[in-house]
């Protein structure tokens, strides 16, 4: 009887894998990469992912922000 059941939890993510496998185009990590890659040019010339501008000043920005509030805090 536990050997059934041990085995429904493995034939099912062994079929979530291959379902997965088969629709690559919308994993997160693809989707997430589309989302932050610049796009004027969204690769480089050896083919890797060129980031958006506009979200790494923005992210400085905060970091920025974030930092400055911070020593404020506690070293005031």
Known sequence: MSEARDREPAEMTERL????AAD???SL?????RTV???LKP???EGRLRINP???ILAAITLFATGTCLFF????
Request: net charge negative; charged share 20%; aromatic share 12%.
């Open 37 to 39: 890659q610049d796009p």
């Open 43 to 45: 690769l480089t010339s």
């Open 73 to 76: 805090s506690f070293y005031q």
């Open 29 to 33: 990590s693809r989707c997430l990469a």
């Open 17 to 20: 894998r291959s379902f997965l």
């Open 24 to 26: 690559s185009e919308d």
């Open 54 to 56: 506009l979200l790494l």
